[in-house]
């Protein structure tokens, strides 16, 4: 599981107990594959598209997206990871530290951006994302990925692709890895 | 634990390397076309230098422009100290105006730990260097670039573990040297310092060093040779005989370097005395003289110290 959503779903740093799984492996993976294919559809084809990741639990969904690009078109889509930390409008509030790599390979001006997350809620991160990645260049346009929406939204911000809605309660946690997508919660 | 940061004595081992992952976070800062965050926005630092200072001042001032923090510069000779305001006055009104960091640099040692202990919850003390103390961002910006240089970043593990740094020169007088030996030291490095018996300091069989006064003989199984600068006043008092005696005996002349492996690095806090710690030709063609790189990589160091304890709402312990 991402490990920004352990830092940020009270209680913090608690254990993970699944209640319900969402999607298996093989629902994943289709889903993954339908986003690759959505992206090439809204782009009509891959120029001039990067893939930035949101670290953590962005990365390893990210790789797998530019994995199905490739085997798709047969284009090798650049791809960056980003950590938001300082840029987040909650600094000073709870306790944050960037804690994962910002690489980001290509100057963004001029670019589509894809940013790819695992879980979208409260949409904060997002907008701590978009106010990063101009520090990186202006993109022509920022589209979103993301493997769950969790609903909550808190600031006006949408996916452009989306593997599953799934109504969820505030106090619940998702956990998506590439071996499937489980409903759970916190517990100390 | 604290939320200050006055010495590097008073950090574990772990407390220095997780400032030093931090920093590795802040150089990919400085790479951006836009090098600027705004982690620290609503933030107001106050420097106060009572000794003169250029490159920790400027440095200072950058990290914390870079994130995003208000910066108030204290006009140490212009303002009401010299009209007899005591520090302690002064640091009451800066405080009473809501700052929220306090960077200091006094010729006193002990100043910033006092001020530490009098100012209110919310006021972080960073310690700029105070007298023959502690420079604790000094110490931290030679680790990391030692780091840099011998492992591209610090890691989460940053590790000087066999590398052998001499220090040499007026270790006495330097609060470099003591903060440099610390963090050195910390992250597993052997620390030989290299002085004339008038420039060891009183207590030095107490420190985690081994000592020589013969530059010569240690100088082949040094990895690192960590230059300190000789004020003019040592001599005056003193301490060492002539320019022309401390060059002959402890200076890294021409013939000197010749003799050092390729892959030695040179380091100086600065600003070097040409001709007298480092020779000109040494200083300007030599490979591996890190002393523009130690500058450099004051400004991430210091924007994660400022992050750490302005903004991350995290004591250091």
Known sequence: MADRERRMTPPYGGVFFARTTVLDAAQVQRALTRISHEILERNQGLEDVVLVALQTGGVEIARLIARRLFEIDGVDVPMGTLDVALYRDDIGLRPVMPEAETEIPVDLAGKIVVLVDDVLFTGRTIRAALDAITAFGRPRSVQLAVVIDR?????????????????????????????????????? | MSRHLINLKDLERGAIQELLHLTDRFVEVGQRSIPKVPALRGKTIAMLFFEDSTRTRLSFDLAAKRLSADVLEFPTRS?????????????????????????????????????????????????????????????????????????????????????HVGIIGDVKHSRVARSDVHAYTSLGATVTLVAPKSLQPPNVQDWPVQISEDLDSVLPTFDVVGLLRIQKERMEEGLIQSVDDYVDRYGITEARAAKLRNEVVITHPGPVNRGIELAEAVLEHRDNVLINRQVTNGVPVRMAVLFRLLGSGVEID
């Open chain 2, 79 to 163: 303002s009401s100290l010299s009209k007899g305001e005591s520090i302690r006055d002064t640091v009451e009104t800066i405080q009473a105006m809501g700052v929220d960091g306090l960077v200091i640099r006094h010729s006193s040692s002990g100043l910033p730990r006092e001020i530490a202990d009098r100012v209110n919850d919310s006021v972080a003390v960073i310690n700029a260097g105070d007298g023959l103390n502690a420079h604790p961002t000094q110490g931290l910006l030679d680790a990391y670039t030692l780091c840099q240089h011998f492992h591209t970043v610090a890691g989460p593990q940053a590790s000087l573990e066999g590398i």
């Open chain 1, 151 to 188: 609903g909550h939204r808190e600031l006006p911000i949408r996916p452009d692709f989306v593997g599953k809605n799934l109504p969820t309660r505030r106090d619940e946690v998702v956990d998506v890895n590439p071996e499937g997508v489980l409903l759970g919660e916190m517990r100390k």
